[in-house]
């Protein structure tokens, strides 16, 4: 029985940091959906802690049924079963967690809007007549951008 106490508690600070930091990654997530909004997100941040939370209450959830189907079946394989399932959902989001933050280290190439409206806002420079440019994400709301004529 004290095992499902620890694992109800796990899950309401898991959930409450869930509920907290799932805002900060889209504030409507409602026009993409939340792996729209993880992939549009530039926040290192906010996506890390939302997906650490989210793979941390799924592997409760999952600890719980191992957990049960062990007690009712009297067979504690279940629950390694459980342990090994835990660890693959945290090895899967460490790795996308991974190949997101190194697109964001490295600089990914900004949205194609985003890039046509800095070509258009340069063409009104007198010194840049044919703008190209490669807006690259540096974080947060962050760009580099080298302009070339």
């Known amino acids: 029985m004290v095992i499902y106490i620890v694992l109800a508690a796990s899950l309401l600070f898991e959930g409450g940091s869930w509920i907290v930091g799932t805002p900060r990654l889209s504030p409507d997530p409602a026009p993409f959906g939340m792996v729209d909004a993880f992939r549009q ?8 802690v939302v997906f650490e939370d989210s793979a941390a209450v799924l592997g409760l959830l999952v600890a719980a049924a191992g957990t049960t189907a062990a007690i009712l079946t009297g067979d504690s394989r279940w629950d390694g079963i459980a ?16 190949q997101e933050s190194k697109a964001l280290l490295i600089g990914e190439r900004a949205d194609p809007k985003l890039s046509d409206a800095i070509i258009r806002m340069a063409a009104g420079v007198a010194a840049c007549a044919r703008p190209t ?7 947060a709301e962050k760009y580099r951008c080298l302009l070339e004529h």
């Open 133 to 139: 440019a490669s807006p690259r994400a540096a974080g």
């Open 41 to 48: 997100s530039k926040d290192p941040p906010a996506f890390i």
């Open 83 to 98: 342990s090994l399932v835990d660890r693959r959902i945290l090895a899967g989001v460490a790795l996308l967690l991974g």
